[in-house]
């Protein structure tokens, strides 16, 4: 494997290239790039690879001998020196300035961090009703190998371009018309590093510094956050049990969960449904419409997207494999208005010119084309209703007079209304702490104050910890409700 060092920099600042060398194999040794008793290439190599003389690049390696930091043994090549400390040189971190976005951003993953350690510190067992991505063994490993095993033998093919691999695009357009109703092309498909990524892009390409942006309250953090850093003035819009509330909002973007509201689960009806496109039809709006767990349903009867009914092409449909492969594996897209497609594209192809995990792409391609994806799909909605249905008889039958849970028939979480105050909530968050349950309070989704609830996460527990779960909750609630007589 040759080594890449940062050499067009360096020669900005030194006059001749050997020493431009020399420093780049210097910085590199101290920064732990080449760690102590790593082999440096053979002169023959390095001298090739940066254009220049066997003779200069062995002067390089002379001066690194005298200097101590690399050893030469006759017959075996050369190696950085084994009792070298990397990082010699002291170094000062400077603190950089953050905008008010950022320090919002790390303050809140701070409190999260800190809320783990102390659960896991205080209790032998955590029980997470947080939601989580896929668990490994919910997951066809074998199909999968065989699909990237296929994709290998299939040999290289040319690259993709910014908007991903085309026989995946081709892929999810016919499980798009299949599953959802969605009458696409590829062509207006483009695929992403997650669907936050989209997000975010879309947000670039469209929100102008102090832009108005309507927002569902509450919303997903990461479309707060996207909307945010790109300068967008946020405009709440109530969330009642129908879903978002319509207003003549005077803005030119709409982010809406139509399909499941998130965080709630509530579903949006035909009417409202009508009455954001009539909108965005006068206001000469977009609409961004995020699909993100909609997939699995246990009951009810399917709830068309919101691009379903969009004749004007004025919605873009955002999806992702998020909750479906596993955790390491980032892939969301968007089905984009035609002349939607273009702008995207041009933005996209500023950070990633070609599209990555390219291998994976093809291989879930291939894992769609053959009905795995769609069968993985089907074992999962049967397992998840099953933790759903489980969930929502332990707390009814343990704690019924605690929460209110919003009826829901899809989706990876559920929504329950505390109904208590605000007191008697404090006390019930610090006792569950103390029980070693770790909630997600639906404050962190809020964009303005709200009554408490909590988002419950279920799909990742076995049926035993949501019992547990649910019992060490039923004991706090207890001792919460002992103590406010």
């Avoid at 002291?90 to 008010?100: R, Y």
């Avoid at 509530?266 to 496109?277: D, M």
């Avoid at 950070?351 to 053959?370: D, G, H, I, K």
Wanted: glycine fraction near 8%; hydrophobic fraction near 40%; proline fraction near 5%.
């Amino acid at each position: 494997m040759e080594l890449w060092l940062p050499l067009d920099s360096y020669e900005l600042q030194h006059r001749y290239k050997y020493q431009a060398l020399y420093y780049a194999l210097r910085d590199a040794i101290h920064s732990g790039t080449l760690e102590a008793g790593a082999r440096l290439p053979s002169t023959r190599v390095l001298a090739k690879q940066y254009e220049l003389s066997r003779g200069s690049v062995a002067q390089v390696y002379d001066m690194l001998l005298a200097d101590g930091y690399v050893q030469a043994y006759r017959g075996k090549g050369t190696y950085v020196t084994e009792s070298l400390s990397t990082h010699s040189d002291q170094q000062t971190d400077a603190v950089l300035p953050l905008s008010p976005w950022g320090e919002r951003l790390l303050a809140s993953a701070a409190v999260d961090k800190r809320s783990l350690e102390e659960t896991q510190s205080g209790h032998e067992s955590v029980i997470n009703f947080r939601m989580q991505r896929l668990q490994h063994d919910h997951f066809p490993a074998a199909e999968w190998k065989s699909a990237l095993a296929a994709v290998h033998r299939s040999g290289w093919r040319e690259p993709a371009g910014a908007a991903g691999d085309p026989e995946l695009r081709e892929a999810i357009a016919s499980h798009l018309r299949w599953t959802r109703g969605i009458q696409t092309e590829a062509s207006q498909i483009v695929l992403f590093s997650g669907s936050i990524q989209g997000i975010t892009l879309i947000s670039q390409l469209f929100i102008a510094e102090g832009s108005p942006v309507v927002l569902e309250n509450p919303s997903y953090p990461g479309i707060v956050h996207a909307v945010r850093s790109c300068g967008g003035q946020v405009i709440p819009a109530e969330v009642d049990e129908g879903g978002i509330i319509p207003q003549p909002w005077q803005a030119q973007m709409l982010f809406v969960t139509p399909t499941r509201q998130f965080p709630t689960g509530a579903v949006l009806g035909l009417e409202r449904r009508r009455a954001l496109l009539a909108w965005a039809s006068k206001q000469n709006a977009v609409i961004v419409e995020d699909d993100y767990d909609s997939e699995f349903r246990w009951g009810g009867r399917p709830i068309e997207p919101l691009k379903v009914l969009d004749h004007e092409q004025r919605v873009i449909y955002i999806g992702s494999f998020s909750q479906t492969m596993p955790a390491s594996f980032r892939l969301g897209y968007a089905v984009l208005p035609p002349s939607l497609v273009e702008p995207l594209l041009a933005a996209k192809a500023l950070y990633e010119p070609v599209s990555p995990a390219l291998l994976e792409q093809r291989a879930l391609a291939r894992f769609m084309a053959r009905g795995d994806y769609m069968r993985h799909l089907r074992r999962l909605t049967r397992l998840y209703g099953e933790r759903h249905d489980f969930m929502v008889q332990e707390m009814e039958r343990c704690m019924p007079k605690a929460f209110t849970l919003l009826p829901g028939d899809a989706g990876l979480t559920i929504y329950a209304v505390w109904n208590g105050d605000r007191a008697s909530y404090e006390c019930f968050t610090k006792q569950v702490h103390e029980q070693g349950i770790l909630l997600r309070d639906v404050e962190r989704y809020r964009l303005m104050p709200g009554h408490d609830a909590v988002c419950f996460g279920f799909a990742h527990l076995e049926k035993a910890e949501i019992r547990e779960g649910v019992r060490r909750m039923q004991f706090a609630w207890e001792k919460c409700t002992f103590s406010f007589r």
